[in-house]
């Protein structure tokens, strides 16, 4: 089970940790723990929109940004509940790039054939904030953020 830290007086805070290995095979760990944080306000299908983007962002950070890295360079993980959104975030190691411009690059068609950014774009149209950003370690942080009513199916 994982536990939430409570951290405001909303009816559903709390945020969780977790840090992986750069392994494809570590995204089954990271869907389990995903799915031990939902909580009855937030709506289903908002969650599995969210476990959706998580995956593609976790998947993004192996392929791309840890790119020929060692398997054991971390990819940290925080969800952070709130009464009427919820925030991911997903710290890599890799080089920065500006992902709104990377998403402005991709075509509006979908290229079946195409070895990437689709991805991107399912995580965009996803959430209602999504950025990119370098941090004072070293580091680069993917936050979605996605807000939900609890009483949305």
Request: aromatic share 8%; hydrophobic share 35%.
């Amino acid at each position: 089970m994982v536990e939430l830290k409570s951290f405001d007086k909303s009816p559903v805070p709390g945020n969780a940790h977790l840090q992986v290995n750069t392994d494809l095979s570590e995204l089954d760990r990271v869907l389990s723990w995903f799915a031990q944080l939902h909580q009855p306000p937030i709506p289903t299908s908002i969650w599995l929109r969210c476990q959706l983007a998580l995956a593609e962002g976790f998947t993004n950070a192996v392929r791309h940004a840890h790119k020929g890295k060692p398997p054991d360079t971390p990819i940290d993980i925080e969800v952070a509940l709130f009464s009427e959104h919820l925030e991911i975030k997903v710290w890599d190691c890799g080089p920065h790039f500006d992902l709104e411009e990377k998403i402005r690059g991709l075509s509006d068609r979908v290229d079946t054939s195409s070895g990437g950014g689709r991805g991107l774009k399912l995580m965009k149209d996803i959430a209602d904030s999504l950025s990119y950003t370098p941090t004072t370690d070293n580091r680069n942080c993917l936050a979605i953020v996605k807000r939900y009513w609890p009483d949305e199916g």
